[in-house]
Nanobody, 126 residues
Framework: QVQLVESGGGSVQAGGSLRLSCVAS????????MAWFRQAPGKERERVAK???????SYADSVEGRFTISQDNAKNTLYLQMNSLKPEDTAMYYC????????????????????WGQGTQVTVSS
């Protein structure tokens, strides 16, 4: 049983920052793969950042240099620090966790993840 709970979303002006948190429970894979996705109305769900057992990270081109994914193992929490926010970042942000990590985690897609949080809304105004 896995439960992911996101928090930290909100409404900010362009140029502002937010820090999203995802608290995971029941996720006990020794080799894990987790990611942050976002989805705006009428658009496909997009992976914005991922993090695996080894600390390997990757970012969507649209957020690289502005967003940072990290984790705190002691707190079972995944974070997404979002800086220099733009209106185009407005979306529902989801935390996702996959099964035992393998090569699929290098550039994982939506279908690769088994568990999802409920989402937290981020709205950026200009």
């Amino acid at each position: 049983q896995v439960q992911l709970v996101e928090s930290g979303g909100g409404s900010v002006q362009a140029g502002g920052s937010l820090r999203l948190s995802c608290v995971a429970s029941g996720y006990t894979y020794s080799r894990y793969c987790m990611a942050w996705f976002r989805q705006a109305p009428g658009k496909e769900r997009e992976r914005v950042a991922k993090f695996d057992t080894y600390g390997t990270t990757s970012y969507a081109d649209s957020v690289e240099g502005r967003f940072t994914i990290s984790q705190d193992n002691a707190k079972n929490t995944l974070y997404l620090q979002m800086n220099s926010l733009k209106p185009e970042d407005t979306a529902m942000y989801y935390c996702a966790a996959g099964g035992y990590a393998g090569s699929w985690c290098y550039e994982p897609s939506v279908a690769d993840f088994d568990y999802w949080g409920q989402g937290t809304q981020v709205t950026v105004s200009s």
